[in-house]
């Protein structure tokens, strides 16, 4: 069965910390993994990845992907407290059909 | 501005009625899809749409029915035999299906069945 699996699933921290968040996959077919951002409402995209050791970056974002070990990271530096939200992963599988797979996601909340 | 819209934001229904959620997107997108959030989980994919007219089931169909009329249409129903309604409901398109493309989502629909 195909599957995304995020961790941790919760995580508090205080601003100026650094996290990393992890999501690892099994699905079929692989084509891309991306990251969402979900403050309260609708997902804001981050970043696609689709190749392996290639790390992508935006500010105090980055993610890189290991499609050996089947794998991405985000790490979020010097977080501040507009950070604090729901972080999906999601993974495009079988063929060109666009379809994304889903991780139930990070919530992270970043203290003052 | 562009972008992808959803409404109602909130809906309530009582049990044993069918309900539709609207998803209107102006970003010229071929490909839309809709989704369903519930608390603890991750987005779970109910139907999708590549192009105007055409329509393909997605992870969890059942008791769901879309229609895709217009490009920049693509409405949902929840009908009554969807057991567990109430849920977090999120409209997402894209330029075309594929590869290389990303999702855009709408602010979404929280429907709440008593």
């Known amino acids: 069965e195909d599957k995304v699996v995020q961790s941790p699933l919760s995580l508090v921290v205080h601003e100026g910390d650094t996290v990393t968040l992890n999501c690892s996959y099994e699905?079929?077919?692989?084509?891309?993994l991306l990251w969402y951002k979900q403050e309260k409402k609708a997902p804001t995209f981050l970043f696609m990845l689709?190749?392996?050791?290639i790390e992508k970056k935006s500010g105090r974002l980055s993610s890189i992907l290991d499609k050996k070990e089947l794998f991405s990271i985000l790490n979020i530096t010097a977080t501040q407290t507009g950070d604090s939200a729901v972080y999906l992963c999601?993974?495009?599988?079988?063929?060109?059909?666009?379809?994304?797979?889903f991780g139930q996601g990070t919530t992270l909340q970043v203290k003052p | 501005d562009g972008g992808i819209t959803q409404s109602p934001k909130y809906l309530f229904r009582k049990e044993g009625q069918n309900v539709t959620l609207s998803c209107e997107q102006n970003?010229?997108?071929?490909?839309m899809y809709w989704y369903r959030q519930d608390p603890g989980q991750g987005l779970r994919l109910i139907y999708y749409?590549?192009?105007?007219?055409?329509?393909q089931k997605g992870d969890i169909a059942e008791g769901y029915s879309v229609s895709r009329e217009k490009k920049e249409s693509f409405p949902l129903t929840v009908t009554s035999a969807q057991k567990n309604p109430t849920a977090f409901y999120l409209c997402?398109?894209?330029?075309?299906?594929?590869?290389?493309?990303?999702?855009?989502f709408g602010p979404g629909t929280r429907l709440t069945v008593t």
């Open positions: 970003l010229n997108h071929d490909a």
């Open positions: 997402a398109s894209s330029i075309q299906q594929g590869v290389s493309y990303e999702q855009y």
């Open positions: 999601a993974v495009k599988y079988s063929g060109n059909t666009g379809k994304l797979i």
């Open positions: 699905v079929t077919n692989f084509r891309s």
């Open positions: 749409s590549q192009i105007v007219n055409d329509f």
């Open positions: 689709t190749s392996s050791g």
